[in-house]
């Protein structure tokens, strides 16, 4: 969703407005606070009620149910009087019919991330991944998936490129998932929305981040292992 182009937003001698510029069936001005009017100039390009609540955390210090609460009550506003553009988002489809059958009929899938896996790149629930069908080129090292393992779809980083097959894990995982072969993967992942902005796998720090994860996951692993141990420890001294 967007703020339509019949509307501007308008700030002058301390005021906020969202100006309505007479092209619409509603022809006057809102008047906001400085949050309303932050949520509505989020607005200002294409932008998910998700993205607005992350871009909002990221500027306010603000728990989510807050600022949830904020985002919806500001765009409802804003949709009453036709100054919201929807935008159907093809993830309602691909949940509804599956995503082999999704991915028959379309090249590209925008979704948000579930689970926590794959931290510390893509929060549950925060942000939304965008994702590519796999052709029939092999996948390279590094690369984010999207397959079918076991009736579950998963979204997880190949680690190790195999004559047969792919050795994949979670960026937030510790055991390696063996055995997924190209006919398994659907989709590779091409770039993600977090905290509202659009990022590409092909930019710089992201492939840096990527080898460099991987390439530390031995120290990870230990560290991992000790503090679920110590938690454990804790636990039963009855300190957690």
């Keep these: 969703m967007r703020l339509s182009k019949d509307?501007?937003?308008?700030?002058?001698?301390?005021?906020?407005?969202?100006?309505?510029?007479?092209?619409?069936?509603?022809?006057?001005?809102?008047?906001?606070?400085?949050?309303?009017?932050?949520?509505?100039?989020?607005?200002?390009?294409?932008?998910?009620?998700?993205?607005i609540v992350s871009k909002m955390l990221e500027t306010y210090d603000v728990d989510e149910d807050t600022a949830r609460q904020a985002v919806k009550d500001v765009?409802?506003?804003?949709?009453?009087?036709?100054?919201?553009?929807?935008?159907k988002e093809p993830v309602k489809k691909a949940v509804k019919m599956g995503y082999e059958e999704?991915?028959?009929?379309?090249e590209h899938f925008t979704g948000r991330f579930r689970g926590v896996s794959m931290m510390p790149l893509l929060r549950q629930k925060?942000?939304?991944?965008?994702?590519?069908?796999?052709?029939?080129?092999?996948?390279?090292?590094?690369?984010?998936?999207?397959?079918?393992?076991?009736?579950?779809?998963?979204?997880?980083?190949?680690?190790?490129?195999?004559?047969?097959?792919?050795v994949i894990r979670g960026d937030?995982?510790?055991?390696n998932e063996y055995g997924i072969t190209d006919g398994d993967i659907l989709a590779v992942m091409t770039g993600f929305i977090r905290g509202g902005r659009e990022h590409s796998t092909d930019e710089l720090w992201y492939r840096a981040y990527s080898r460099i994860h991987c390439a530390i996951f031995p120290v990870r692993k230990i560290y991992m292992k000790l503090r679920r141990l110590g938690g454990r420890v804790l636990r039963r001294l009855g300190l957690r």
Excluded: W
């Design 7 to 51: 509307f501007i937003t308008h700030s002058a001698g301390g005021e906020n407005y969202v100006v309505s510029t007479g092209n619409s069936s509603f022809n006057g001005m809102i008047k906001q606070n400085d949050t309303a009017f932050f949520i509505t100039s989020c607005l200002k390009e294409e932008i998910t009620e998700d993205g």
């Design 75 to 87: 765009v409802e506003s804003l949709r009453s009087v036709g100054a919201i553009v929807e935008k």
């Design 172 to 175: 937030n995982c510790l055991a």
């Design 102 to 106: 999704y991915f028959e009929d379309n």
């Design 126 to 166: 925060k942000d939304v991944f965008i994702a590519r069908r796999k052709g029939s080129e092999r996948c390279q090292k590094y690369d984010v998936v999207l397959y079918r393992r076991n009736g579950r779809y998963i979204l997880h980083r190949i680690v190790e490129v195999r004559p047969n097959d792919y």
